[in-house]
């Protein structure tokens, strides 16, 4: 009933600003290897012994490489369209247009637009891709925004609020059942109103020529693991992104179709809980023949911890008996989490394309910035 209410509000909104359905790209007809990852049915949440099963699901596949998938995560098709919709929207602006709302990157600072080729790839190579970052609707983070995103704030704040508060406690409040933890201990560090970095983001990659992508060596982004808490990916026809289930294996494709969200932990759950929980390693190449002359647009969500969640190692009693536990770890436990996305972000602008040694180190903690 109300999903039902809700498709006919969008309808209308969509003929009040004239912005076109989003159309996405078919699938490639090429045969890629695909990594075999756990699919979370987050209906299950709210059903009698459905958060236990799912607990025990998400411990498995966050110990073993990082990456999973979601799915009846409580968004319909035509809100998660209408924000592929926004974005081409935005993507089409003109360059001058677009640099206006750039984002304070030197600060490590992401809230806003992130230019094409601002990342260098290779020696000499800068990237193929854009992006423009909402941060969180409240007072703190507020900056001008384009007309195009503020005709839709109400929907952006719903959806933003959505995978935040929903999709996110959702998970975090899984990962704290299964470490034997309070269930609202990570959740408090990731309080919707408190401060951080986490972000909607709308990226684009622009296609390469089948020249340039020889010199770049097919890369379109280089192997990472992300800088906060996890990351979420929505549906992508367009086969470029793939992941690594550990640092030896081999790198795999994944498949993202309708209905379903790739998520990957990021950096501050493998500190906080010594490693035992994975920071997926991923890259982005250039796609399949057939769909390498296409522009290859993404809605992702980040999930930042907020000022207030400090880079510790947690006292878990499944970590514990584990091996992992926290006993003589935390060097310096009074650093931020937060600290840390900064300071990644910020190392982006002083890093060099040909040393994959380099590494960020805080609090006692330490991540690779680059993997092949
Ligand atoms: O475009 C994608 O599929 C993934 C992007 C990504 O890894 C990132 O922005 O950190
Ligand atoms: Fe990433």
């Known amino acids: 009933m109300e999903r ?3 498709e006919s509000t969008f309808a209308t909104q969509n003929e009040r600003s004239g912005l076109p359905k989003y159309v ?10 695909y990594a075999d990852l756990a699919m979370l049915d987050l209906s299950e949440f709210d059903r009698p012994g459905g958060k236990e099963k799912l607990a025990e699901q998400l411990r498995a596949a966050a110990h ?7 799915t009846n995560f409580g968004l319909t098709q035509a809100e998660i369209d209408e924000q592929f919709a926004i974005a081409k929207a935005f993507f089409a ?3 001058e247009e677009r640099l206006k709302y750039r984002a304070p990157l030197e600060e490590g600072n992401y809230n806003g637009y992130r230019p094409l080729g601002t990342l260098e790839i290779l020696p000499g190579l800068y990237d193929n891709v854009e992006f423009y970052n909402i941060f969180k609707f409240i007072p703190q983070t507020q900056r001008v925004q384009p007309d195009i995103f ?25 990962l704290a059942i299964s470490l034997e933890l309070p269930e609202e201990e990570l959740v408090n560090g990731h309080l919707y109103e408190a401060n951080c970095d986490s972000s909607l983001r709308y990226m684009m990659y622009r296609a390469r020529s089948s020249e340039e992508n020889n010199s ?20 992508q026809p367009v086969a470029a992104l793939q992941i690594k289930h550990t640092e030896s294996s081999h790198w795999q494709h994944i ?18 809980t010594n490693g035992y929980l994975k ?3 991923h890259r982005v190449i250039s796609p399949p023949e057939d769909q390498a002359s296409n522009d290859r647009l993404g809605l992702l969500y980040f999930l930042r911890p907020a000022e207030q969640l400090m880079l510790r190692a947690l006292d878990s009693p499944y970590l514990r008996k584990m091996g992992y536990g926290n006993e003589g770890t935390a060097v310096d436990p009074d650093v931020p989490a937060s600290d840390w996305v900064r300071e990644r972000v910020r190392k982006n602008w002083t890093r060099s394309p040909e040393d994959n040694t380099q590494s960020v180190k805080m609090g006692g903690f330490k991540a690779k910035i680059i993997y092949d």
């Open 216 to 235: 770049y060596k097919d890369l379109y982004l280089r192997g990472h693991t992300d800088i906060g808490t996890m990351t979420f990916v929505f549906q």
């Open 24 to 33: 996405h790209l078919p699938e490639t007809k090429h045969e890629l290897e």
């Open 150 to 174: 503020r005709e839709y704030w109400g929907e952006i704040e719903k959806f933003h609020r959505h995978m935040h508060e929903n999709v996110s406690f959702k998970l975090l409040r899984l």
């Open 4 to 6: 039902k209410a809700q």
């Open 64 to 70: 073993h490489s990082g990456f999973f998938y979601i």
């Open 279 to 281: 920071s997926g390693i």
């Open 93 to 95: 602006l003109p360059q």
């Open 255 to 272: 498949r993202i179709p309708p209905g379903v969200i790739a998520v990957n932990l990021a950096d501050i759950l493998q500190f906080l």
